[in-house]
């Protein structure tokens, strides 16, 4: 045999050079997939992270708000203390809303709030839940501000609000504690959110302050 003829029985028939690029394509095929699922498998471990966060910081918000909940009194051309009290939950046990005191740089502030959940809008089935602020100004107190609003927990299902019990000592216009049960919803698919991640969560806040 010719050193010409060697050459060329050395080389890949046609055969051979389509079954290699097939099995080329199918590995290509399962790394791909792999990486796909490696990537939506860490998407939603982070958003699961996220979304344990964002029920922690609205349970934080909220029991720190919700626990400086005072009774509100001013005095009344008689020379009485006539009770004003902004707490009240909605009928519907989707908002709730009252005054809070805290100190800043030791100065009392007084502070009207509210949360409330609102639907998206389509029938979505999820929303959102809001926080509106003002400094006191229907009962004395002039304003410093005007109404804040923002959202303060997003996408979220399932909201309610009730009030638990009552203390004796005061002149049951307020509750022991508040309950607030959410189910936060993941958002990293804004398309189908809740799909991939819920987390049921409730919130048992004591009211300690206004005794």
Same mark, same amino acid.
């Given at each position: 045999?010719?050193?010409?003829?060697?050459?060329?029985?050395?080389?890949?028939?046609?055969?051979?050079?389509?079954?290699? &690029?097939?099995?080329?394509?199918?590995?290509?095929?399962?790394?791909?997939?792999?990486?796909?699922?490696?990537?939506?498998? $860490?998407?939603?471990?982070?958003?699961?992270?996220?979304?344990?966060?964002?029920?922690? &910081?609205?349970?934080?918000?909220?029991?720190?708000?919700?626990?400086?909940? $005072?009774?509100?009194?001013?005095?009344?051309?008689?020379?009485?203390?006539? &009770? &004003?009290?902004?707490?009240?939950?909605?009928?519907?046990?989707?908002?709730?809303?009252?005054?809070?005191?805290?100190?800043?740089?030791?100065?009392?502030?007084?502070?009207?709030?509210?949360?409330?959940?609102?639907?998206?809008?389509?029938?979505?089935?999820?929303?959102?839940?809001?926080?509106? $602020?003002?400094?006191?100004?229907?009962?004395?107190?002039?304003?410093?501000?005007?109404?804040?609003?923002?959202?303060?927990?997003?996408?979220?299902?399932?909201?309610?609000?009730?009030?638990?019990?009552?203390?004796?000592?005061?002149?049951?216009?307020?509750?022991?504690?508040?309950? $607030?049960?959410?189910?936060?919803?993941?958002?990293?698919?804004?398309?189908?959110?809740?799909?991939?991640?819920?987390?049921?969560?409730?919130?048992?806040?004591?009211?300690?302050?206004?005794?």
């Amino acid at each position: 045999m010719s050193r010409r003829e060697r050459r060329v029985s050395r080389g890949f028939t046609l055969l051979e050079l389509v079954v290699a &690029i097939g099995l080329m394509v199918m590995l290509l095929g399962v790394l791909a997939f792999v990486f796909r699922q490696s990537a939506e498998a $860490v998407g939603a471990a982070s958003e699961a992270v996220a979304v344990v966060q964002r029920a922690r &910081i609205l349970g934080t918000r909220m029991g720190r708000e919700l626990g400086a909940a $005072v009774e509100y009194f001013v005095p009344n051309p008689m020379d009485k203390r006539e &009770i &004003i009290l902004a707490f009240e939950i909605a009928s519907d046990n989707k908002a709730v809303e009252f005054v809070s005191q805290t100190l800043q740089d030791g100065v009392l502030d007084t502070w009207d709030i509210k949360y409330y959940y609102l639907e998206d809008p389509g029938g979505k089935g999820y929303g959102a839940i809001y926080r509106r $602020v003002r400094q006191k100004e229907k009962y004395g107190l002039p304003a410093t501000s005007s109404d804040v609003n923002e959202v303060v927990a997003w996408p979220v299902k399932g909201v309610y609000i009730r009030a638990i019990g009552s203390d004796p000592k005061l002149t049951s216009r307020l509750p022991a504690a508040v309950e $607030v049960r959410v189910t936060f919803l993941d958002s990293w698919d804004k398309a189908h959110c809740g799909r991939k991640f819920t987390l049921p969560q409730a919130f048992y806040i004591p009211i300690y302050q206004g005794h």
